[in-house]
């Protein structure tokens, strides 16, 4: 992802879904309106500093001290100005808070660090969202832990993804292209790289890419690659020895690691397979026990996958 | 003829009897933290809350240090994050909050009036101590592990994720609130009962019209943040469940909370900052400000009507539509008297013997920014513009170029103004000028390089960061080199002024209200008799008079 993010003006990304526009013409409201203001203060205040600029001690200053005219009228037009700006930020919102009733609905669930994508004939994804072209996809939000935020710039989406309850939000993709999706609320160490990838498809391929994500009759050590990829469990894991959240994987098999109680373990197939489904029961010592569970998320065939995988990494 | 006062002579002279200059009135260490002297518990306020404000300002400067580069630079995610929240917890606690009515207010405030001390001395060094204890609380975190929440202490994330130390730092936060409502209590009884014969309201310098606005918000929304974090405590130590989901709570209920405090606080943060600019346009343009009753009124009515737009810090986060639409809207409003003010220093500006003082830049350069900052706050106010720049790097300049370009512009145009008076000694104007030019390119570098990154899409509280933003970055950490050569010229010129500046008179700038009337600096009881107020405080003299 060398530009994930691309510029549609010099303030603004390019705009990658219907709402950009309408939300980008708020912002051009917005934005001319206080570039005039601003041109009107800093001018005048210029103006004005340099053309009463101090002549002499006993210089004499205007004796007006107020007026009623003056002031009623520059109180009375940024009035109107502001609550014509108040109703179309407002008009915006509305629009973008309903969802039409026909839109294609993804769940998606915001961890630390990974975002989750289930699609309604149960595919899911780890931080990948494919949605298709032209169609309006409502996303359902929820979150396992804390507070994260669902923001794709390009398609001028933000809401904050609460535990305990559920939020929403929707688009309509505009352009078969990638872009990025991150977490906006902060959310602890991994926040910054709380990222997914948002590939918009054109309808067929999108179909095609359904059915493609659910089974997969790659040799067991090639899916498991596929799989470490896409389930982003390099986000925490090297391969090279370097340690980032979580100790780095690199010949791990047959390794033996201390866990956070003190007892020793030789990494086997079970310990990877506990470590997938329940990642907080055996620890190694001196790392949070931060790792997700990726219980439900993992068929059998999968695990078996990346421990064929792992064997591989030496 | 055109002064303020009748005793104007007597008040001048240092001694004869009537006592020393309130620095050398006594001596050691113990004078100082037993008095009971409204100017030396300002002095001390000056000088710890500038001392966080070092503090918080090297925190900025790793901070935009490590931002050099998209990955690691100098420091780990966690100490990023850790940080961050100190320096904006420093910033917003011990230094802005705390600063302008703690310093200025304290030791300007009674001799503006034309009074002897504040209403309750005691009570006034009590507010100090509260401080000193808070502020322990606060930064022991430094040795205890740290902070990493974010100033703003959100849960669950707070409560019952993160292992680091909370509870000190809530619970000083919790103390500072005490000293700030202590604070603001003393104010306004001072304001109310204890005014020189003469001195009606309306003769009030404006600088006091806002500290009275001020205080009325400390009074009113500080024992909401005090209970909020009482409950946040209880919640992290006893998981009481009032915010936990996982215990039937609502983390949403917090931000309320946690807003209906924090707006107003902005408040707090600005409107001592916009009382200061009154007092600098109009003696540094020897001009009668413009509008004075609606620059006054407008200071109530934005301390009043702000306790009403806290949710419009919270359009994303799952609050009812309907609510957010009445946000919105309510935000608007409470623009329009600042956006009032704003004019009217304009219109003083107008026809006015304008020096070019370094109060007098500062001021110029608190218009220029201070606007920046108000017409971004429009975008931020449009709901569906908001959806897009919340949490990016857009608010992260929005609210520097108030809190910094505004309130932080304006005090240390005030500190310049009052220095002579605080001091008894002049400052270097060549240094104070170049400061000054400093701090205003540097802060615009700084920061208006994070407007263009933020509508582009970079959220804020970012450790890592895609690679794009990198020129963006690198020009913001530059600027903040500038800003902070600026504040160090700053500092340098401060230090001279107190070894070599020459004696300050009692009025070096030809103001009219009280303070200018009394020596520089000024005896212990402020007065050597109590003065008789008969002109206002802005009455200059104008071509037809
Ligand atoms: C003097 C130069 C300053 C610089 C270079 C600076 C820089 C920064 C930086 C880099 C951040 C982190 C942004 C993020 O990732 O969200 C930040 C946050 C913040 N700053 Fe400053 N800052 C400065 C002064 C101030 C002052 C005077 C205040 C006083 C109000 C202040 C208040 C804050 C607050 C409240 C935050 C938010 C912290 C948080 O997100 O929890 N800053 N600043
Ligand atoms: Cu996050």
């Known amino acids: 992802m060398k530009n994930p993010i691309e510029l549609g003006s010099f303030w603004l990304p390019r705009q990658g879904s219907t709402l950009a526009e309408r939300i980008d ?36 200053t205007s004796p007006i001290d107020h007026s009623t005219t003056v002031e009623v009228v520059w109180t009375l037009i940024p009035l109107a100005i502001v609550i014509s700006l108040f109703f179309v930020g407002m008009r915006g919102y509305v629009h973008a808070s309903v969802a039409p009733a026909e839109a294609y609905e993804i769940n998606a669930t915001g961890e630390m660090y990974l975002w989750t994508f289930t699609y309604p004939d149960g595919t899911t994804t780890v931080n990948e969202l494919a949605v298709p072209r032209g169609r309006p996809v409502r996303i359902i939000l929820s979150s396992k832990d804390i507070l994260h935020a669902f923001f794709i710039p390009e398609f001028r989406v933000k809401q904050d993804v609460v535990p305990g309850s559920y939020t929403s939000v ?145 | ?119 309750f001395p005691k009570l006034n060094l009590l507010s100090l101590y509260l401080y000193w204890i808070g502020a322990l609380f606060t930064l022991s975190s430094l040795i205890t592990g740290g902070i990493d929440t974010g100033w703003t202490f959100y849960v669950p994330y707070s409560s019952t994720v993160t292992t680091t130390s909370v509870l000190s730092v809530t619970f000083g936060v919790f103390i500072l609130g005490f000293s700030s409502v202590l604070t603001g209590l003393n104010f306004i009884v001072t304001m109310h009962k204890l005014r020189a014969p003469g001195m009606g309201w309306y003769k009030m310098p404006l600088m006091l019209w806002a500290i009275y606005a001020t205080s009325i918000v400390q009074i009113l929304a500080t024992p909401v943040l005090g209970i909020t974090l009482l409950l946040l405590i209880a919640e992290r130590a006893f998981h009481i469940g009032i915010f936990d989901p996982a215990l039937g709570g609502d983390p949403v209920l917090y931000q309320h909370f946690f807003w209906f405090y ?89 026809r006015g013997s304008i020096s070019y003082s370094a109060p007098m830049l500062y001021a110029l350069s608190f218009l220029i920014l201070f606007s920046i900052g108000g017409l971004t706050g429009i975008f931020l106010g449009m709901l569906s513009v908001d959806l897009h720049l919340h949490d990016t790097y857009f608010v992260v300049a929005h609210f520097h170029y108030v809190m910094v370009g505004g309130t932080v512009i304006a005090y240390i145009g005030g500190l310049h103004h009052w220095w002579p008076k605080i001091t008894g000694k002049m400052y270097s104007e060549r240094l104070a000028t170049i400061s000054c030019a400093l701090v205003f390119i540097g802060f615009n570098v700084t920061f ?24 963006l970055h690198a020009f913001s950490t530059v600027g903040s080199w500038i800003l902070g050569l600026g504040f160090l010229v700053m500092i340098i010129c401060f230090i001279k002024s107190l070894r070599s500046g020459a004696p300050a008179p009692a009025n070096p700038w030809g103001g009219l209200s009280l303070e200018w009337t009394t020596a520089s600096p000024p005896i212990t009881e402020n007065f050597v008799r109590t003065p008789i107020v008969t002109k206002g405080a802005y009455d200059f003299n104008t071509e037809n008079a």
């Open chain 1, 25 to 60: 013409s708020a912002w051009a409201a917005a934005y001319w309106v206080s570039v005039l203001f601003f041109i009107l203060v800093a001018g005048a205040t210029v103006l004005f500093a340099i053309k009463y600029k101090r002549r002499s001690e006993r210089d004499k």
């Open chain 2, 1 to 119: 003829m055109s002064q303020t006062v009748t005793t104007l002579d007597v008040n001048t002279a240092p001694d004869g009897g009537h006592g020393t200059d309130y620095i050398r009135a006594q001596s050691g260490i113990m004078s100082w933290l037993t008095t009971v002297d409204h100017k030396r518990i300002g002095l001390m306020y000056l000088i710890s809350t500038f001392i966080a404000f070092a503090m918080g300002g090297v925190f900025a400067l790793i901070l935009r240090l490590e931002l050099l580069t998209p990955k690691q630079t100098i420091m780990s995610a966690n100490t990023y994050n850790q940080m961050f929240t100190l320096h904006g917890a420093v910033m917003t606690f011990l230094f802005i909050i705390p600063s302008i009515p703690g310093a200025l207010g304290n030791f300007l405030l009674p001799i503006m009036i034309g009074a002897k001390d504040v209403a």
């Open chain 1, 170 to 314: 929707w688009f309509e993709a505009t352009e078969a292209r990638e872009t990025v999706l991150l977490c906006a609320e902060y959310c602890g160490s991994g926040h910054s790289d709380m990222m997914a990838t948002v590939k918009v498809l054109e309808p067929s391929d999108f179909d095609k890419w359904l059915e493609g994500n659910n089974n997969s009759d790659l040799p067991p050590e090639e899916l498991g690659k596929l799989l470490f990829a896409k389930r982003s469990c390099a986000t925490c894991h090297s391969l090279d020895g370097t340690r980032i959240q979580g100790p780095s994987l690199k010949a791990v098999f047959g390794r033996e690691e201390e866990l956070a109680d003190g007892a020793k373990v030789v990494v086997d197939e079970n310990y990877i397979r506990e470590s997938l489904f329940n990642p907080g029961g055996q620890v190694v010592r001196g790392y949070p026990p931060v790792m997700p569970s990726f219980k439900g998320l993992l068929k059998d065939k999968e695990v078996d996958a990346l421990i064929a995988y792992l064997k591989t990494v030496k």
């Open chain 2, 448 to 471: 208006f390089s994070q407007f263009i990154m933020g509508s582009r899409g970079m959220p804020r509280r970012y450790y890592n960061y895609l690679d794009q933003f990198q020129p």
């Open chain 2, 262 to 350: 924090s707006h107003p606080a902005v408040y707090i943060m600005i409107l001592p900052g916009m009382g200061i600019i009154n007092e600098l346009i109009s003696v540094h343009a020897r001009r009668r400000i413009f509008g004075y009753k609606a620059i006054a009124f407008s200071s109530v009515a934005i301390a009043l009507v702000g306790f009403l737009v806290w949710g419009h810090h919270m359009f994303t986060s799952g609050q009812s539509e309907f609510a957010a639409i009445m946000f919105s809207f309510l935000t608007f409003l409470v623009a329009i008297p600042s956006g009032v003010k704003v004019f009217n220093w304009i219109a003083t500006l107008w």
